[in-house]
């Protein structure tokens, strides 16, 4: 009996939860899927700023909820260049009445692409989360984020450019 328990529970824990790993939205939200792209230039040594273009598809229906791109500003608020770990800020806008602000967004170096002429790391590979949405105007409003970019961080000379996949899922506002 206990060898029989304890191969059922062996079996149920290969079968994915689904809803256990989906973000959860409040009364008042639904839930899309994110995906897309940014891509921004360093205008200091802990200021970025670009476009970002999303794409948000409602879960249930399959329909479009945005796809617009907007501008970006990001900001790293801390960094450990020995860990190769930073935390950011970000600021989307899409148009007045579609924005986001983001805090504590973790990025992670994950690799060396490039070095400078010096020989010193100038581009990186990069894995960044986030998840703390601190403001949100209009579909935003009151919603939340679980998102991942995947992409490269770049101040080399003559490079000086960072692009970004995104993906993920978030809860937005209902119309």
């Not at 921004?40 to 040594?45: A, D, F, G, L, Q």
């Not at 800020?89 to 994950?110: G, I, L, Y």
């Not at 579909?139 to 993920?168: D, E, H, Q, Y």
Request: proline share 3%; glycine share 10%.
């Amino acid at each position: 009996m206990f060898k029989r328990s304890l191969m059922t529970l062996a079996a149920l824990s290969l079968v994915p939860l689904e809803s256990a790993a989906a973000l959860r939205c409040g009364p008042g939200l639904r839930h899309v899927n994110v995906n897309g792209s940014v891509t921004t230039i360093n205008v200091t040594p802990s200021k970025q700023v670009g476009q970002i273009c999303l794409a948000l598809i409602e879960s249930a229906s399959g329909r479009e909820a945005l796809n617009d791109c907007g501008a970006l500003i990001g900001r790293t608020v801390a960094s450990d260049p020995e860990t190769g770990t930073s935390t950011h800020s970000h600021t989307a806008v899409f148009d007045f009445r579609n924005a986001f602000v983001t805090q504590n967004d973790q990025a992670q170096v994950t690799g060396v692409l490039a070095v400078d002429d010096a020989g010193a790391p100038c581009a990186f590979s990069v894995y960044e989360t986030i998840t703390e949405v601190q403001k949100g105007i209009g579909i935003f409003r009151g919603g939340s984020l679980a998102v991942t970019a995947t992409g490269s961080v770049s101040t080399c000379p003559n490079k000086n450019l960072n692009t970004f996949t995104l993906a993920g899922e978030a809860c937005i506002r209902n119309k």
